[in-house]
T-cell receptor
Framework: GAGVSQSPRYKVAKRGQDVALRCDPI?????LFWYQQALGQGPEFLTY????????KSGLPSDRFFAERPEGSVSTLKIQRTQQEDSAVYLC??????????????????FGPGTRLTVL | AQSVTQLGSHVSVSEGALVLLRCNYS??????LFWYVQYPNQGLQLLLK??????LVKGINDFEAEFKKSETSFHLTQPSAHMSDAAEYFC?????????FGQGTELSVKP
């Protein structure tokens, strides 16, 4: 079946431009995560949705970062007024917890291929 | 808070040799632990996960990892390296649903 897809795969932006990164999770997956992976580093958590509700946005580095998932499926990560330090690979992951009421600590997260953002 | 540390940012082995990638965890309670692999220009793929059911966990492509509470470790092994195993490997632990990753270990396989 189809996995997690992300678009665009590559994005070059001039400093100060706004960008929008899209994530299509696996159909039926309730949970959706965004991670930022700087060059040579492990991914770092940005934000988490359960259906359309954004339950955790503690990892967003500044108020220039905004994420939404209005219908509980596709998600968009928007970065306003991009800066050079925003250059990274942005990874999206989805999972389907066994029970909606509990914290999905052991659920496997399925990752997309990422969007590589380069800010000049 | 739970976290993981990967020792060695780069490991190089010969084809057919044993692969050992190290991960230590920091937690006051037995954690859940994952190993992910990332091939060039691809997303992360789950290799295996420890969820307290068994201390020796077997994953895909003959990888396995052993949870050792006495050493707070969850090292990844592969008995015979293949060229196709060359990739970046990440140890991770969940915290409130999100994953906390180690810095990663790049595995090179020499012919």
């Amino acid at each position: 079946g189809a996995g997690v897809s992300q678009s665009p795969r590559y994005k070059v932006a001039k400093r100060g431009q706004d960008v929008a990164l899209r994530c299509d999770p696996i159909s039926g997956h309730v949970s959706l995560f965004w991670y930022q992976q700087a060059l040579g580093q492990g991914p770092e958590f940005l934000t988490y949705f359960q259906n359309e509700a954004q339950l955790d946005k503690s990892g967003l580095p500044s108020d220039r970062f905004f994420a939404e998932r209005p219908e509980g499926s596709v998600s968009t990560l928007k970065i306003q007024r991009t800066q050079q330090e925003d250059s990274a690979v942005y990874l999206c992951a989805s999972s389907r917890p066994q029970g909606l009421a509990r914290v999905p600590s052991t659920d496997t997260q399925y990752f997309g291929p990422g969007t590589r953002l380069t800010v000049l | 808070a739970q976290s993981v540390t990967q020792l060695g940012s780069h490991v190089s082995v010969s084809e057919g040799a044993l692969v050992l990638l190290r991960c230590n965890y920091s937690s006051s309670v037995p954690p859940y632990l994952f190993w992910y692999v990332q091939y060039p220009n691809q997303g992360l793929q789950l290799l295996l996960k420890y969820t307290s059911a068994a201390t020796l966990v077997k994953g895909i492509n003959d990888f396995e990892a052993e949870f050792k509470k006495s050493e707070t470790s969850f090292h990844l092994t592969q008995p015979s390296a293949h060229m196709s195993d060359a990739a970046e490997y990440f140890c991770a632990t969940p915290r409130g649903g999100k994953l906390i990753f180690g810095q990663g270990t790049e595995l090179s396989v020499k012919p």
